[in-house]
């Protein structure tokens, strides 16, 4: 995610971190490098004059405190800065004081709103709602199709008319929605050019017959200079409430997000982050300018785990360790956790750093899917009494996971090395455990310095 | 000349009329705010001097030509302004339009064949269509079957697109506004499998050309791209060098992302040519100029409308010629 505007904004500023002084000189050089990288990464070119002007003063007029490096200092304007370009809270879907709440979604065409719109039933329905899915694009060929698919696999109602126009077909929905007890009616219409009065007028009108809650401008995280131009038209015909932002999983450098939010002054609500029902994410501001920087994105980590991992599990778990009774089981509830928060090269590349240094590394999710085999072709006996395996159950084992023995030999002396470690972690040397947690505190501890 | 040699030349003539008319109807926005917000810098009087050149390089950066194409522009237009030793700021706009022009032209871009040829022993002619998703990739391969069914070729389309929901039915309606035949499976389906029934179908009806949709994917993706590969490898097994053509399709409202698109890509399916859709409607046309300049493919087609006869074949001097044009348009 934005990996191309965080390379070029590090690469940009490796030459002030190390320097002791800033001068006008020096970041004026480094201020030429950051403008050039925010309009590569296609952040509107008003938004980049402006961003770049602020970042200047701000920085001659500031005093280097304490520790800190003045190269430093100027990474947390620019961070403080692309903070305030996105805006600094995030907003929850505003919700009708009389249920049904009505949200239309609208854009260019291409942009992701049918995926959208399902994706975001999804994740409505995972909270205990019950929307109801609209289908007013009857346009594109095929289009109500897919959202009527769409709906199957997510087993979610889609309401659709034939030979109806879309102002038709919503208030019969609305209708239905009420009559059905569908509590959320989320409205996809068909994707339209600003330049087609037409089609624009269409959707005005649908907007003022249904007064919805929530009308969201659907956009390409890939869109370049002309994202702002798109959205504001889109805001002065429908008075936006929010933008959405897709096809953020790509390696676009996302200047669109940057540019919208601060010209239009609406809040990002959401981002698509995969072609999956349940790849729709709320947008935080804050994580996204700090992982810009090169600082990772350890907040989501933390929270992703933490919505996985269920709190008694992990409490079981640290028993198991502490009494030396971890086993093979154990072993594969953690992997199925992991493999619950995503693909591997999600996970780490939300950790600081690690996204630049594993960039062209290829990260092997299948190698878990092996090691799960190999596990699930022991028995219940082996899995829990590791040392029973002689050669002739491993043997076994790799003809029944489709491995090698050596595969299995390895899995499990690495299993036997990380028992090891267990153990000693949890009997008693003390002074290891709280010397790394003394380590781990000064590191936050000057992060935050850095930072906050 | 005969009269039908004649009356030829004039429907000849007709019809690239009507074409340039679509492109520059298309163009009308990208015109507006490019050559509009030029003639607004260049007021009378004004002198050729660095802040000039600042303005229109930020005109161009602002239209997507992108900050190498544009830097590459303005270092262009420095060199003829003092080679031509030009003082008066009016002319500057035909220079800027020659250079881009020049540009244009050096460009592979510039030996497009308009006539949709197939030569006899390279039939069929298989057609690989690749994009992200959301570019236009099922539209742009109903107007290309089209354009080849108004050549008088035979069409098959085929499925590969087996991902997105409804995209079959999608495609099956576009197959049949062009009139042309269609091979599809299940959704779910492996695409290979259906590119392998659709070269084989072509094979046995003896059809012109194969145009193959793929499903949109992201392409940092290793899998999907992967799976490209694999239905490359298939292909050989009906017609050995095939794919004949990989088009690339881009959306022209995509920024500098577009480039890095093309490159990831062509590792896995060297691409022959680019197709840039929605170049109507909103101000993007710059897109084209950063990638006809900054890519060693050539763009081939252009979608300027939503109509099946709204893509075009792309010809870089024409483009220039109605990014230019000075009449307004009435009906747009």
């Known amino acids: 995610m934005f990996e191309s505007l965080q390379e070029k904004l590090e690469d940009a500023l490796k030459r002030i971190r190390g320097q002791s002084k800033l001068t006008e000189d020096n970041v004026a050089e480094a201020l030429t490098e950051v403008r050039r990288a925010l309009l590569d990464a296609d952040v509107n070119l008003g938004v980049t004059t402006d961003f770049i002007n602020n970042v200047k003063e701000k920085s001659l007029g500031l005093e280097v405190k304490g520790s800190l490096l003045p190269g430093q200092l100027m990474i947390k304007l620019i961070h403080d800065e692309l903070v305030a370009l996105m805006g600094t809270e995030r907003s929850e879907l505003a919700l009708a004081p009389q249920p049904p709440t009505i949200v239309m979604v609208a854009g260019l065409q291409g942009s992701g709103k049918t995926t959208f719109c399902a994706k975001l039933a999804y994740s409505l329905k995972k909270k205990g709602r019950q929307p109801l899915l609209v289908a007013c694009d009857i346009y594109r060929p095929a289009a109500i199709d897919q959202l009527r698919m769409l709906g199957q696999q997510i087993s979610l109602p889609v309401f659709s008319k034939d030979d109806a126009k879309p102002l038709e077909i919503a208030k019969d929905a609305l209708t239905y929605a009420r009559k059905y007890g569908r509590d959320v009616v989320i409205v996809d219409t068909a994707g339209r050019l600003t330049i087609d009065e037409e089609m624009m007028q269409e959707v005005a009108d649908l907007k003022g017959a249904i007064k919805p809650q ?5 956009c390409d995280a890939m869109t370049g200079q002309d994202a702002v131009n798109t959205a504001k038209a889109f805001n002065d015909r429908l008075e936006l409430t929010g933008v959405v932002l897709t096809k953020l999983d790509g390696d676009t450098r996302g200047g669109a997000a940057l540019s919208i939010r ?39 980590l933390v929270e992703k785990a933490q919505s996985q991992i269920d709190e008694k599990e992990a409490e079981r778990l640290e028993e198991k360790i502490r009494k030396n009774q971890f086993t093979f089981e154990d072993f594969l509830d953690q992997m199925k956790m992991i493999k619950k928060m995503g693909s591997l090269r999600d996970l780490i590349g939300m950790l600081p750093g690690m996204d630049k240094a594993l960039r062209n590394v290829q990260l092997d999710d299948k190698a878990f899917s092996r090691v799960e085999a190999m596990i699930l072709s022991m028995t219940i006996h082996e899995r ?45 040397h003390k002074g290891d455990i709280a010397r790394l947690q003394q380590q781990a505190a000064l590191k936050g501890k000057m992060r935050q310095r850095a930072f906050r | 000349m005969g009269l039908f040699d004649r009356f030829k ?53 602002s239209s ?13 237009l420095k060199e003829r302004v003092r080679q031509d030793k030009i003082e008066d700021a009016d002319s500057i706009i035909t220079i800027l339009k020659d250079v881009i022009a020049s540009m244009l032209a050096e460009s592979p871009s510039s030996h497009n064949d308009r006539h949709f040829v197939i030569a006899d022993d390279n039939k069929p002619l298989v057609i690989l269509v690749i994009g992200v998703n959301g570019v236009g990739k099922t539209t742009t391969i109903g107007k290309l079957a089209y354009n080849y069914r108004q050549a008088g070729r035979s069409v098959i389309i085929g499925a590969a697109d087996t991902f997105r929901a409804a995209a079959n039915e999608q495609l099956e309606i576009w197959a049949q506004r062009a009139g042309v035949d269609i ?38 993706k290793q899998g999907l791209m992967q799976e490209l590969g694999k239905i490359g490898r298939v292909m050989k097994k009906v017609k050995p060098d095939a794919p004949d053509e990989v088009f690339l399709v881009l959306d022209a409202t995509t920024g500098q992302n577009a480039l890095q698109q093309a490159k990831e890509f062509t590792k896995v399916a060297p691409l022959t040519g680019i197709i840039l859709t929605k170049l109507d409607g909103t101000a993007k046309g710059g897109a084209v100029l950063a990638i006809a300049a900054s890519l060693n493919v050539s763009v081939r087609y252009i979608g300027v409308g939503e109509k099946i006869d709204d893509l075009q074949v792309f010809d870089p001097i024409a483009f220039v010629e109605a990014l230019f044009e000075e009449r307004t348009m009435v009906d747009v």
Not at chain 1, 280 to 291: C, G, N, V
Not at chain 2, 29 to 54: E, H, M, N
Not at chain 2, 187 to 216: E, F, H, M
């Open chain 2, 9 to 61: 030349k004039t429907i000849t003539d007709l019809s690239e009329k009507l074409s340039f008319d679509r492109l520059t109807e298309g163009l009308a926005k990208t015109r507006d705010s490019f050559v509009s917000r030029l003639r607004k810098a260049l007021f009378a009087g004004r002198k050729i001097d660095a802040s000039l050149l600042a303005e229109i390089e930020e005109i161009l950066i």
């Open chain 2, 64 to 76: 997507d030509v992108g900050v190498a194409t544009s830097e590459q522009i303005i270092s262009r």
């Open chain 1, 384 to 428: 829990r009494n590791p040392r029973v395996l002689n050669g002739s159950r491993r043997r076994r084992v790799a003809g029944g996971s489709g491995t090698t023995v050596q595969d299995v030999n390895r899995l499990i002396k690495q299993f036997e090395d990380m028992q090891k470690m267990m153990k000693s972690m949890s009997s008693g």
């Open chain 2, 183 to 220: 091979v599809q499976q299940k959704q779910g389906a492996d695409p290979a499998a259906v590119v392998y029934d659709t070269l084989n179908a072509a094979t046995a009806r003896s059809t012109d050309v194969v145009i193959i949709d793929t499903a949109g994917r992201l392409h940092n």
């Open chain 1, 214 to 218: 929530e009308i969201f401008f659907v």
């Open chain 1, 262 to 300: 601060s010209v239009l002054g609406k809040p990002i609500k959401y981002v698509g982050v995969g072609e999956k029902i349940d790849q729709l994410e709320p947008f935080h501001p804050e994580r996204i300018a700090s992982r810009i920087l090169g600082m990772g994105d350890v907040i989501t």
